[in-house]
């Protein structure tokens, strides 16, 4: 109800000005003391501290990819088809390799092309979607009908049709990622440019004879930063998908380990009939922790931003508190009146 | 209608806020009762409380509401959704943000009236039509959707959905806030024409005190959740006692008569989580007293019919 | 009604690139593209037969945009060339047997991951801080991460292989003649379980989610408070009051997901050797049978194009607000 939401919101921003007097005016100068504040809540987050070790665990098992699993994952080893044992601890694929070297050191282009691509997915998502918000009229409504129309076309029958002309390997994958994904993030930095275009502060910019590169990237990017930050979560987190897609139906360097080729391969020497079932499990599970870690920050990242969300969670702990939820009328907790003095 | 001592809070991680505190008040059969006051005072919490629509984390804390000799705040579930709309009905403050974007205007009328009566559909869609004439709409718009009608019509249509079931009282709040002078005074004139009518009493609220004034038998001045003053209309115009009702009064330009110099009330309302000790107006106030800071000061009758909550009287 | 020519019009647009964009594909390949693709017709064809094949894909000797028009030309009538991997099936016709399966599994699955999970949302929301708005949204988000064929190699791996409760391949037993008898429409369901079960498990998570936050955002708006002071009943207010608007922007996110959906399905597909475009998607591009390949693009497109625009109307018919546009 808009009484709930106004006074919470109140009482918050109250909470995060804590030594400044009330101001009178409010020139709007939202992102500038934000960003400290949040960033400690941020660390305190279960979410994110979640999200973020399994990151930064998977970023270090493959930058010492060499020194947990030393040798050349593709060499064949062991007989096929071995299950886990003392030696190989994930046991052999259906070419005698090993399951876990080949895991540990498949982090490196999984992960890698994944942030490359989030990246490349998100610039070009910005630059087309500011662009189209902020100039306005034509320039618009051609970078939209164009973002429309990529967005709309399908993306796995675009990406493997292209792929299949192109020779296979992880830059190819990265590149047609990037070169096709990137309209879902234009159309978000669009409108919310076009929002902020409104803003007073903008046009106090304008009327002052700012440039438009000024406006852009010193008053209106500034205060997009968690937007472009959610927006590289789920690109990375698509990236790290649709390879894995892509390299599964056999479009990526299949001499190369990823874990999507992993998977391939594993379909392919049909380990799923031979009852091997090691030689793609182990490759699914960490994709999908990779996955699940980007969505919690980026989920985190949310709760911390958005007031309305706050606002929920504070909901939800009064109402476990209170036994009453399944009414949906004011509850009646009659408390001792504190005595007049 | 009649409350006592009846105490809100909204739960917060900062700790409860205090936002009604001990409010006694009574609407008799058909009068108006204005409730005056600035934004955050409690006002439209207190409006809401009274038929429990207030979700958490807002909590009643305290006090009674009586109705027709029963509590409302005692009542379950089957007997809240009863009541509701069959002896109270409530006009909220936006009627765009009121009525259901995909619904008929005529549907959601009708469904007032069948959750409570059994008509068949073509009774009730006969009687539908007659409340949109009672408020001056044509019938035909029954079928028109919310977005389809005029600020004004729309705040004629929740007044008629409001009157659906002839309640015996209609909550009022900041029903003419969004719209304009001129549209403003035309809704407020129909509302009423149809009191006098039907003889509903009114529980009308408003930060806008001129508009009350008029419109009230008589009214409450509410700040920071507890009210501070209440007479009857004429009374408190031109006796205002409580030093924040004078604050209010004279930051209203009259059209008419000498220039006077506009005074506004200093300072800002207060957090409602930890109100100033003893009398809330006294940080405020231009003739604060010790005493007024640790007191807190009860509402007394000063003379008959006029009541303050006030140390100087 | 403008609203929907609009769109349509927009469609079309979209439908007119994809086309564009398949005449330009095999001529954005290293070296000459008329070799590359016909290569693998030598010695399989009469040189008249090529001569049409080629013509069919506009690879004449000529100008571009001649090369252009002849190929436009050609697929406004529907001739898509001659598959390779299946010789000398047209690859219309090839197109032709795979689009049912892909439908059938598409429209069963999105069917009951959208509605359950819209329905799983609304109830969530409504009880906050409830049983099932704790435990599930979390659950199902975490199911939700793991790659659609992952969860499909694992579901054939321990259910089909395993357990051989489910059939391991295909759309029907082997066994069978595709009739309508009854025993024929059980295997047809038998093997839908897995690969449809898969696609609802990773996609009921997103619905339930989105439905959820819709709700939670309408259940704060004064309608939502006015048909409770009305005295309405709880269904009434949850359903006709609060999910009806929550439902439209989960439809719009219905629309611009489709084509996100057709990508898991074909993986699905791929896994379960599940014969419809997918699947044979996945084989042509095996195959490098590029004129098949195409045809399939371009109809995978244009189902997901259709497929948009059935929602659009559908959201016409849903929002009033829309309609007087």
Redesign the interface.
């Known amino acids: 109800?808009?009484?709930?939401?106004q006074?919470?919101e109140?009482?918050q921003a109250?909470?995060s000005t804590p030594k400044q007097p009330?101001p009178v005016a409010t020139p709007t100068a939202p992102a500038a003391k934000r960003p400290l504040g949040a960033f400690g809540r941020f660390m305190r987050n279960g979410k994110a501290v979640f999200g973020l070790s399994i990151l930064l665990a998977f970023t270090l098992v493959g930058i010492f990819a060499p020194v947990i699993a030393p040798g050349n994952p593709s060499a064949f080893v062991a007989r096929p088809n071995q299950p886990p044992s003392r030696e190989h601890w994930f046991g052999t694929t259906g070419q005698g390799q090993d399951v876990f070297k080949q895991t540990v050191w498949g982090t490196r282009i999984s992960l890698g092309v994944g942030f490359a691509v989030g990246f490349l997915v998100t610039l070009f998502g910005l630059v087309i979607g500011m662009t189209a918000g902020y100039f306005g009229g034509r320039v618009d409504d051609i970078l939209s009908?164009i973002t429309?129309?990529v967005?709309?076309?399908?993306?796995?029958?675009?990406l493997?049709?292209?792929a299949?002309?192109?020779p296979p390997g992880p830059i190819t994958i990265m590149l047609v990622l990037s070169f096709t994904s990137w309209a879902w993030n234009a159309r978000v930095f669009r409108s919310q440019t076009l929002s902020l275009r409104e803003k007073d502060f903008v046009s106090a910019s304008l009327v002052s004879g700012e440039s438009s590169a000024y406006i852009i990237f010193r008053e209106i990017l500034p205060n997009m930063t968690s937007l472009v930050a959610a927006a590289y979560l789920s690109s990375t987190l698509y990236g790290i998908?649709a390879q894995?897609?892509l390299e599964?139906?056999?479009?990526g360097n299949v001499s190369l380990v990823s874990w999507g080729t992993l998977?391939y391969w594993?379909?392919n020497n049909a380990g799923?009939?031979t009852?091997a079932?090691w030689t793609?499990?182990p490759?699914?599970l960490c994709?999908?922790?990779v996955?699940?870690a980007l969505?919690m920050v980026n989920y985190a990242m949310d709760e911390i931003t958005n007031p309305?969300l706050r606002a929920?969670k504070?909901?939800?702990r009064?109402?476990?508190e209170?036994s009453l939820?399944?009414?949906?009328?004011?509850?009646?907790?009659?408390?001792a009146?504190p005595s007049?003095? | 209608m009649s409350v006592r001592n009846l105490s809100v809070n909204y739960l917060t991680p900062r700790g409860p806020v205090r936002a009604v505190e001990n409010v006694s008040f009574s609407v008799a059969p058909g009068e108006v009762f204005g409730l005056a006051g600035e934004s955050g005072s409690g006002k439209s919490t207190i409006a809401h409380a009274i038929m429990r629509l207030l979700h958490p984390p807002a909590v009643i804390t305290g006090g009674e509401v009586y109705f027709n000799g029963e509590d409302l705040l005692d009542m379950d579930d089957d007997e809240l959704r009863q009541f509701r709309w069959r002896d109270m009905s409530i006009v909220f403050q936006s009627a765009m943000n009121s009525l259901n974007p995909v619904m008929t205007v005529g549907d959601q009328i009708i469904d007032a009236i069948t959750a409570h009566i059994k008509l068949s559909r073509k009774e009730a869609r006969d009687r539908a039509a007659f409340l949109l004439d009672l408020v001056g709409i044509d019938p035909q718009r029954l079928n028109a959707y919310p977005h389809q009608l005029s600020g004004g019509m729309r705040q004629r249509v929740v007044i008629a959905i409001a009157l659906a079931l002839n309640p015996q009282m209609m909550i009022m709040d900041e029903p003419t806030t969004a719209l304009d002078v001129v549209v403003q005074r035309e809704i407020l004139q129909q509302i009423e024409e149809l009191r006098e009518k039907m003889g509903f009493s009114i529980l009308f609220i408003t930060h806008d005190l001129s508009l009350m004034v008029e419109f009230s038998t008589r009214i409450g001045i509410m700040y920071a959740g507890e009210i501070v003053e209440m007479a009857p209309s004429a009374e408190l115009f031109s006796n205002p006692l409580h030093p924040y009702t004078r604050g209010l009064m004279n930051s209203f330009p009259s059209l008419t008569g000498p220039k006077v110099k506009l005074t506004g009330i200093p300072g800002a309302p207060p957090d409602m989580v930890a109100p100033p000790s003893g009398c809330r107006f006294h940080p405020r106030c231009s003739q604060v007293q010790q005493m007024h800071t640790e007191v807190v000061p009860r509402l007394r009758e000063i003379s008959p019919g006029h009541f303050v909550a006030c140390h100087l009287y | 009604m403008k609203y929907v020519l609009r769109r349509l019009g927009f469609y079309l647009i979209a439908a007119w690139v994809s086309l564009t964009l398949n005449f330009f594909l095999p001529r954005a390949m290293p070296g000459d593209p008329a070799t590359a693709i016909f290569a693998r017709f030598q010695g399989r064809m009469r040189p008249e037969e090529i001569q049409a094949l080629r013509e069919a894909y506009g690879l004449s000797d000529g100008p571009l945009i001649e090369q252009y028009f002849t190929y436009m030309s050609h697929a406004m009538r529907g001739d898509f060339g001659i598959s390779i991997s299946q010789f000398p099936v047209p690859v219309t016709q090839v197109i032709g047997t795979g689009l049912v399966w892909t439908l059938l599994l598409g429209s069963v699955a999105l069917l009951i991951s959208f509605l359950l999970g819209n329905l799983l949302g609304v109830v969530a929301a409504w009880r906050r801080g409830g049983k099932l708005d704790s435990i599930l949204p979390p659950v199902l988000t975490f199911v939700g991460s793991f790659p659609y064929f992952w969860l499909a190699m694992v579901a054939l791996f321990f259910l089909a292989f395993r357990l051989g409760w489910f059939p391991l391949r295909h759309a029907y037993s082997d066994r069978l003649a595709p009739t309508f008898s009854w025993e024929f429409i059980k295997s047809v369901l038998h093997h839908l379980v897995l690969p449809a079960g898969t696609i609802v498990l990773v996609s009921i998570g997103g619905w339930m989610l989105g439905m959820r936050n819709n709700m939670i955002a309408i259940l704060s708006e004064d309608y939502v408070n006015m048909a409770e002071a009305k005295g309405l009943s709880q269904n009434r207010v949850m359903f006709n009051y609060a999910a009806r608007n929550a439902l439209l922007p989960s439809i719009t996110a219905l629309g611009m997901s489709i084509g996100f959906i057709l990508s898991g399905q074909i993986l699905t597909e791929v896994v379960f050797s599940y014969p419809g475009l997918g699947y044979m998607f996945f084989k042509a591009v095996g195959n490098l049978d590029y004129p098949l390949l195409q045809g399939l693009f371009l109809m995978l497109t244009f189902a997901v194009l259709g497929a948009n625009l059935i929602i659009d109307l559908l959201y016409v018919r849903l929002d009033p607000r829309v309609r007087a546009h």
């Not at chain 1, 599964?248 to 479009?251: A, E, S, V, Y």
């Open positions: 109800m808009a009484l709930n939401d006074m919470i109140n009482e109250e909470t009330t009908l429309n129309i967005l709309v076309i399908p993306g796995l029958p675009l493997v049709t292209i299949a002309f192109l998908g894995a897609g599964f139906l056999g479009l998977l594993a379909g799923l009939l009852g079932w793609f499990v490759a699914g994709i999908a922790l996955a699940f969505a309305r929920e504070e909901t939800a009064v109402l476990k209170s939820r399944n009414s949906r009328a004011t509850p009646v907790i009659r408390q009146t007049a003095e």
